[in-house]
């Protein structure tokens, strides 16, 4: 399974037809919902024309959390807390001795000691190696989610958000609880890969592929992690389908930016509204 799916969605490729981006409307309300990738590369900008022309039509941005929180400096240091050991605990305590030692492995090959690694909990291992990788590629700057709120800032548009910042964190530490050797075993062996796949996502995101980006993102995560696929996305979904049709009650234009995963498949938040009876259609500008 390709666990590092979950972690971001990433690719290049320019004048395509189609992108990640629907329009949904109810009467005379309407709003944009956008799939995003939390991390890009230089040659990914400029982003689908979609994109902007939905930006320019919306009066209100509403991401997954309060991203601009995020970034303050308390609360990085809370998430920082809540993804390290405390009191004595150690990786070494919570993962088998084999994984340890391919972890250790692992980071010797790229000059770095397990030791940096043994007060964090898995999920920060994961997240860590892949921030990692990713810089090494020069895939590591800003996603879609960061520009859209600098610009939201600079033109002082209003700013919303589907869950709060503590349910976040709280979903942060938790992933792969229960099952700590097989994230961090898939996290190393995808490594290898990880140039090839992030092609494959960001190429399947920007042309709108729902099909493919099912394929490589959710089908395996559903047969290999279970309940993380219904902890990570199909709950997520069903506390936000509320929050969403809400803003349809509105006549102010909103434009929801979410993980591009959050979009596709049956239990998918476009599968979810169409069932609902808003009409949902690709927006092409």
């Given amino acids: ?20 981006l629907w329009k ?26 979609e994109f902007s022309h939905a930006y320019r039509q919306a009066q209100m941005l509403v991401f997954e959390t309060d991203i601009k929180a995020m970034a303050n400096p308390d609360v990085q240091q809370q998430l920082v807390f809540k993804l390290m050991y ?13 994984t340890y030692q391919k972890l250790s492995d692992y980071l010797l090959t790229i000059g770095v000691s397990i030791e940096m690694f043994n007060q964090l909990k898995p999920s920060m291992v994961s997240m860590t190696l892949l921030m990692m990788e990713l810089q090494r590629l020069g895939m590591a700057n800003i996603g879609v989610d960061n520009y859209f709120l600098g610009l939201a800032v600079t033109d002082n ?24 050797d097989e994230m961090i075993l898939n996290s190393i062996k995808e490594m290898e890969d990880l140039p090839i796949l992030m092609e494959e996502l960001k190429a399947a995101w920007r042309t709108g592929n729902t ?21 990570l996305l199909v709950n997520r979904n069903n506390a936000w389908l509320p929050k969403i049709e809400a803003l349809l009650d509105t006549q102010e234009i909103e434009f929801v930016l979410v993980g591009a ?25």
């Fill in 1 to 20: 399974m390709r666990y590092l799916i979950l972690l971001c969605l990433v690719i290049p490729f320019h004048s395509f037809a189609e992108t990640s």
């Fill in 24 to 49: 949904v409307t109810h009467g005379t309300s309407k709003l944009f919902i956008g799939g995003t990738i939390h991390v890009l590369s230089e040659s990914d900008y400029p982003l689908p024309k």
């Fill in 86 to 98: 405390q009191n004595g605990d150690t990786l070494k305590k919570n993962i088998s001795s084999e």
């Fill in 157 to 180: 548009r209003a700013l919303g958000q589907l869950e709060s910042v503590d349910l976040h964190i709280q979903l942060l530490e938790s992933l792969g609880k229960g099952q700590e």
């Fill in 211 to 231: 099909k493919k980006l099912e394929e490589i993102g959710i089908s395996a995560m559903k047969m290999d992690f279970p309940k993380l696929y219904q902890s």
């Fill in 261 to 285: 995963l959050h979009l596709v498949g049956e239990e998918g938040i476009i599968s979810k509204l169409k069932k609902k009876g808003y009409k949902v259609e690709k927006f092409k500008d």
